[in-house]
């Protein structure tokens, strides 16, 4: 049973985030991916390779007066930082992405998570996962990452143990990871979190294809990672040239030049 997730005061402030539906999809019992840049940038990698292997199209956006004011240019196409991206899979299973190019502030964080709850609540969606990196000292470049998952629920907890998914028992989950499973738990929702061991000071796509590996097994799809450990470097590179143009502008509120990349 899906429950409402913002009656009462527990999303009050959801309506600082406003989510444009482009196109009116079904997507009733979809997975929903929440792919927003944390430690490692596992999120964003993971959720923009997704976005490519399974042919998601957008159909949607998420705007605030408090996002960067840029947009991001992809083949000649206007992108809005924040993005929303669907489609259906051969086996009939629908697959919900979002996916930021900038890190949230500590002050949008519930309320972009309260805007995604309430979507996918509208939506009557079944599933909401997280990617998070998490800092392993001590971890080799080009090592193979390790990844863990909670729920929030005692059903998914179980769902997980059955597909014999290592489980993350003890610690500290920051960011929007950690208020979806919050707020899942509070409203009876399933959610899991992904956490992968990831490098802290660089985009590390190794630690993304670990999540997305343990994606494909909660979801019972196949994914094919291997492409995305073979240009691994390339994909970092591309993406730390990405956020060093836009940091500036998230910090000083200077809009960046515009710059060709890819």
Not at 40 to 63: E, F, P, R, W
Not at 223 to 243: C, D, G, M, T, W
């Amino acid at each position: 049973m899906l429950y409402r997730v913002l009656d009462g005061d527990a999303c009050l402030s959801h309506n600082k985030i406003e989510i444009v539906d482009f196109d009116e999809v079904d997507l009733e019992g979809a997975t929903v991916i929440a792919g927003f840049p944390s430690i490692g940038l596992v999120s964003t990698i993971a959720a923009n390779y997704l976005i490519d292997a399974l042919n998601l199209k957008q159909i949607g956006a998420l705007d605030s007066k408090d996002f960067p004011a840029l947009s991001v240019v992809h083949t000649g196409e206007p992108l809005s930082p924040v993005r929303i991206y669907a489609g259906t899979q051969q086996n009939g299973h629908k697959i919900v992405v979002f996916v930021s190019e900038f890190k949230p502030k500590p002050h949008m964080i519930n309320e972009i998570s309260c805007a995604i709850m309430k979507w996918v609540d509208e939506k009557k969606c079944g599933l909401l996962i997280s990617p998070e990196g998490m800092v392993v000292e001590g971890k080799n470049e080009g090592s193979v990452a390790e990844a863990y998952a909670i729920g929030s629920t005692n059903d998914i907890r179980q769902q997980l143990a059955m597909k014999q998914i290592s489980q993350f028992k003890n610690g500290i989950i920051a960011g929007v990871s950690g208020v979806l499973l919050n707020k899942g738990k509070q409203a009876q929702f399933n959610v899991i979190s992904i956490l992968t061991e990831a490098h802290p000071k660089y985009p590390d796509a190794r630690a993304a294809a670990a999540a997305i590996n343990m994606i494909a097994v909660i979801m019972d799809v196949e994914i094919n990672v291997a492409p995305l450990y073979e240009e691994s470097e390339r994909i970092e590179s591309q993406l730390q040239k990405f956020h060093k143009q836009a940091k500036p502008m998230v910090s000083s509120g200077r809009a960046p030049q515009p710059n060709m990349y890819g």
